[in-house]
């Protein structure tokens, strides 16, 4: 039967619509809407729905859908508008009416489906509701006084972001998306504008809290706001004016609830999840919870299990939403990164900024602006982004895509065998331009576990050479690369597949680093390194590295990430020393640049050296992003070609905000700040991923390491479904039978070509 009684708190559109659809599904239902507010006063002015959004709309109440579609302004470009230069791109689709508008619809819908709509007026708490209702709807917003009431049970996250923006709105409708930057003397500012009726636009407004105090806007009332953010996009708005309706400057916040019912109380729309304004989804996913929460009750024989299902069905598609508008929420933070970007790539980058959009399908959609945008890149025609080459010194890597370092515990007392040879050579074969070993360990001591391989004897020094030989000989142009490292605290455990990170039972040898530190509760504690025993670490880098030259690496990475031996000392959770080599960054940083140099001063000239770095410990009082910056300008000052920027694994609590492509932006960052190249790693998996982040200025090269444990031969897939067959990859000589995808079902039956009525 369902819930015969339900309250509702809040009158947006998320309320609304959840009241019409559950009055609709049962009209038996007596439902109440409390909203403190007038039915006319509403915050914003344009609302963005998607065709998906819609869809549902029409299957679950087509009157509301047709009442929307009579309203709606369609249009298909956006324009980007960079330091005068307006770049359009189409094929984008979007639909848009007033909030107010949207509003009225929806009041109208309920009054003729029979909910009890109480305007300018107080709801009574959730908690007095919940004890006369089989059901409480809290869609109380943002700053939601039932999500606040039952913290305890919602357990809410909340955190406030960087910039500060206004709603406005413009009396004309601009013919696009419009997305334009304002290079001030205090900052840079944007402008979100799009239209919402065919004479009418929202306009958007964001600064960085510190340029918005420095253009004064602290001290301005909001008429004065207005008509200074009027004067400042003069040009996008033709000279006209802007007007405000319950406007003010305001900090977007972001709300994470790690419950979204308890007991017959659920969260809806912004007060159970936000995500940010630039990827338009505060309504859709507010109307989309309507929809799913709808469903379950109809569906499920109790309440309890209906929200249960509900946040089942919701929880993971916002999360991607949200994971989707904190990407384009820092693009705009960061915009200033951007700024020296030619215009067509700045557009590029922009319109890429979340993820949702990205090179491939902005190809379908607008094949000539993003084909511009390849040949400014310098693309030849038809060759993806990926099988550009790259110069790093005197080696030419003849794609973007590497191989990245996994380790494989395979070793034999630090020898490489067969299965080394037959696991790098096959990813040599694989097409990549960089194919990259294991954390190659300087000395026994510096081992993570007993199966790990090194470069401490003369033995795997002659093992190497035969899987660079192999590499050089049956994949000509396939760079091969040694990453050095040394274990530090986190060495004399198992191997991975025993118990990660787990102490051997026996045979453990010593551990140094650089404070006497265990990694975590039951690991070995370290021993401090005094200053004699640096210089003896040094020359075993040094030492490796002679015999990695000699074995014929192409590439040198120095592992300074992941809570490593040097990755210890520039991480203040780890690095508690008082001397020169602890303290400040400047002084943490001090035996890390002392083994490069000394690595530098004996790895050939011509060939480069890199260095992975963790850009973030995901832990307070860690590195954090600032730091990495400054990690990556030092070591670049000492002759780091490029920087590998992965994150975290140096302290065992810490807590990673996993997602697609999750590491790329702190790359990102160093690239944009610093200029120099950087390789980002850390859930890229599609090759459209590696096109987007490369043709945007995101990256230079991208690390996979899992898709290569999946299909040793990524790169040359990767240019088979792209229809690549250019210099940027080559087929071995003896697969070139399988460079088109095989068949793989019967393709040679009749087709249906008559319909016949029963």
Known sequence: ?????????????????????????????????????????????????????????????????????????????????????????????????????????????????????????????????????????????????????????????????????????????????????????????????????????????????????????????????VESCAKIFTDALGGRGLRSNNSAWTAFRTVVNEKWSHGNVVLVGDSAHTAHFSIGSGTKLAVEDALALAACLQEQPTTAEALAAYEAERRPVVASTQRAARASLEWFENLGLYLDQPARQFAFNLLTRSRRVTHDNLRLRDPHFTEAVERDFGCPPGTPPMFTPLHLRDLTLRNRVVVSPMDMYSARAGVPGDFHLVHLGARALGGAGLVMTEMVCVSPEGRITPGCAGLYTPEQA??????????????????????????????????????????????????????????????????????????????????????????????????????????GFLSPLSNHRTDAYG???????????????????VWPGDRPMTVRISATDWADGGTDANDAVEIARAFAAHGADAIDVSTGQVVADEKPAYGRSYQVPFADRIRNETGIPVISVGAISSWDDVNSLILAGRTDLCALARPHLYDPHWTLHAAAEQGYAGPGVAWPKPYEAGSRPPQTGRLDAPKARLTLGG
């Open 462 to 567: 002659t093992a190497w050479r035969r899987i660079t030989e192999f590499a050089h000989t049956q994949a000509p142009g396939t760079a091969v690369g040694v990453q050095l490292g040394h274990s530090g605290r986190k060495g004399s455990t198992k191997l991975m597949w025993e118990g990660i990170d787990e102490p051997l039972p026996d045979g453990n040898w010593p551990l140094v680093a650089a404070s006497p530190l265990p990694y975590k509760p039951g690991s070995q504690t370290p021993h401090e390194l005094t200053a004699g025993e640096l210089a003896d670490v040094r020359e075993q880098f040094t030492s490796a590295a002679l015999r990695a030259a000699d074995a014929g690496f192409d590439l040198l990475e120095l592992h300074c990430a992941h809570g490593y031996l040097l990755s």
């Open 583 to 601: 303290g400040s960054l400047t002084n943490r940083l001090r035996f890390p640049l002392e083994v490069f140099d000394a690595v530098r001063d």
């Open 1 to 225: 039967m369902g819930p015969l009684r339900v309250a509702v708190i809040g009158g947006g559109p998320g309320g609304l619509y959840a009241a019409a659809l559950l009055k609709r599904l049962d009209p038996r239902r007596d439902i109440t809407l409390w909203e403190r507010n007038a039915p006319d006063d509403t915050f914003g002015f344009g609302v963005v729905l998607s065709d998906e959004t819609l869809g549902g709309i029409e299957h679950a109440d087509p009157v509301v859908h047709a009442a929307f579609q009579a309203e709606f302004v369609r249009w298909d470009d956006i324009d980007v508008v960079h330091r005068g230069t307006r770049h359009t791109s189409g094929g984008h689709g979007f639909a848009a009416l007033g909030r107010r508008r949207l509003l009225e619809i929806l009041h109208e819908r309920c009054r003729q489906l029979g909910v009890n709509l109480r305007f300018r007026s107080q709801a009574p708490s959730a908690t007095e509701l919940a004890r006369d209702h089989d059901l409480v709807v809290a869609a109380d917003g943002v700053h939601s006084a039932t999500r606040e009431a039952h913290a305890d049970a919602f357990r809410p996250h909340l955190e406030e972001h960087r910039c500060r923006y206004i709603w406005l709105a413009a009396d004309f409708a601009f013919d696009a998306f419009r997305f334009e930057t304002a290079e001030t003397e205090h900052g840079v500012m944007q402008l979100h504008g799009y239209p919402y009726s065919a004479s009418d636009s929202t306009v958007i407004v964001e600064m960085r809290e510190e340029v918005w105090r420095a253009a004064g806007f602290d001290e301005l009332d909001v008429r004065e706001s």
